[in-house]
């Protein structure tokens, strides 16, 4: 058994009593362990305000006393209303310092978290101007250093050179564009553009009858047009084409099938390859490839001649044009007016347009490459700019001035937590009360009672406040005897 009692270690002859008046409780020793539950101080017990022990040891066997020694557990005792007051204010207080405390640690968090990110996002930017220094290197061929404002005159100068480069006379179409609505793609003349003139002469004349044809999206579109131009305006909807007979644009040549080893004479080209989409372009090769099919382009009249000549030997030989302006149809028929192309003042405007040079072109590349890089420069300058901003206000006066409140507060919080009996007093500290504000509750004339959370294991180095039950106590084991003795 295990014998529990009220001690004080200055001799005081007036104890507390436990519950039921009692001066002392036996607990039974399961396994050489004892566990204490609910062990109270009787209500308004005798008892002045002070420090005393739980008394543990062991009853039963006399050899017992003088091997184990007690075990005491020290607690505070407090019969004093303005003790009370005074312990609850120091809660009071420790919990805002915990509050204020807590908000500072988020606080120095907080801003430890986005310098962090405004690092890595700095980092990034640098990496991203400095592969588009590269690309520019790559593209514009020049190895000059940049900053913001030669990026700036580079530009204006690529600008400038656009502007050039597009009031450059060029062919142009002179028909009227179709209607700007959402189910409208455009008029047949305007959906593509040939670069060479010899070829834009010859499939702008072939193409004739369909220059001027309203391409739409739907049959119901077309008809509102039909009906709106009195049935004066060539319609074609893309619902009325059959997507089952349209050529493979990926398709070899005809030839390649039969002769792959022997390169024909007269380059020969499908005529759809020598079209350029600007938009549109699923819709155009609907359109283009149900127009002209496998159509080819060949040099002179003699290279189409000797084609088809071998062609249609093993197959069927499609429409055959020339760069010349000479046509020969499938039916194998040429020759006359109406297989020659017309000049191009012939056909007054109705011709394909002329796409921009390719220096065009290039002064586009080197324009969007200049300019992700100038967005890219800002970016990492507005980036730094942030970061410093933020390094400036970290290293402040105002931080460190918090930083130095947020350490007063840890101070404040350590000495309310020696005086509760929160954490043992440091060396040299003059504190002598012991709490343990965090898990009791104090006694008071009226009410003398109070307990510990249950299963609090026991540390005989650290010392409590008020009367104190603890729900387990782990005394030692018994040591094994020889049965022989």
Not at 170 to 189: D, F, H, T, V, W
Request: a positive charge.
């Amino acid at each position: 058994m295990v014998e529990v009692k009220v001690v004080s270690e200055t001799g005081a002859i007036e104890l507390p009593q436990l519950e039921g008046n009692k001066h002392s409780i036996e607990v039974p020793l399961n396994n050489g362990q004892a566990t204490l539950q609910n062990i109270l101080l009787a209500e308004n017990t005798q008892g002045k305000s002070g420090e005393y022990c739980l008394c543990c040891s062991l009853l039963g066997n006399a050899s017992w006393s003088t091997t184990i020694p007690p075990i005491n557990i020290p607690f505070f005792f407090c019969n004093d209303v303005k003790k009370q007051a005074y312990f609850t204010f120091l809660s009071k207080e420790r919990d805002q310092l915990n509050t204020s405390i807590e908000a500072y640690h988020s606080l120095f968090k907080t801003t430890k978290q986005l310098t962090t990110a405004l690092k890595l996002a700095v980092a990034e930017a640098t990496q991203q101007e400095q592969k588009l220094r590269i690309e520019y290197r790559k593209t514009c061929g020049q190895n000059q250093t940049l900053s913001l404002e030669s990026v700036d005159r580079l530009v204006l100068q690529c600008e400038q050179k656009q502007e050039e480069i597009r009031r450059k006379p060029r062919r142009q179409c002179s028909l009227q564009p179709a209607p700007k609505e959402a189910n409208i793609i455009g008029k047949i003349a305007h959906l593509a553009q040939v670069a060479d003139d010899d070829i834009a002469r010859c499939l702008s004349w072939h193409m004739s009858g369909d220059m001027d044809c309203v391409v739409t999206r739907t049959t119901a579109t077309a008809l509102e047009l039909h009906k709106a131009t009195h049935g004066k305006q060539q319609l074609l909807a893309l619902d009325f084409i059959c997507k089952k007979t349209m050529p493979d644009w990926s398709r070899s040549l005809p030839h390649v099938k039969f002769s792959s080893r022997s390169v024909p004479p007269g380059n020969p080209i499908f005529a759809r390859d020598l079209l350029i989409f600007t938009e549109h372009v699923e819709e155009c090769k609907t359109v283009f490839g149900m127009l002209l099919g496998d159509t080819i382009f060949l040099d002179t009249l003699k290279d189409a001649t000797e084609y088809r000549q071998q062609l249609v030997k093993h197959t069927y030989c499609p429409t055959l044009l020339t760069r010349d302006g000479d046509r020969i149809r499938s039916n194998g028929k040429f020759g006359g007016q109406s297989n020659k192309a017309w000049p191009l003042e012939k056909l007054k405007g109705n011709v394909f347009s002329a796409p921009l040079s390719l220096d065009y072109q290039k002064a586009c590349r080197q324009l969007d490459t200049i300019q992700k890089l100038r967005s890219a420069m800002t970016n990492l300058e507005q980036t730094k700019h942030e970061l410093q901003e933020h390094l400036d206000h970290e290293n402040s006066s105002e931080m460190q001035s918090k930083v130095m409140e947020c350490k007063e507060a840890e101070q404040s919080l350590q000495k309310i937590n020696v005086k509760l009996g929160m954490v043992l007093p440091a060396e040299g500290s003059n504190s002598s009360v012991p709490f343990d504000g965090a898990s009791s509750r104090r006694a008071s004339p009226r009410n003398k009672r109070a307990s510990l959370p249950a299963e609090q294991p026991v540390r005989t180095s650290t010392r409590y406040h008020n009367s104190v039950a603890f729900s387990e106590f782990e005394y030692p084991q018994q040591p094994k005897r020889n049965r022989r003795n």
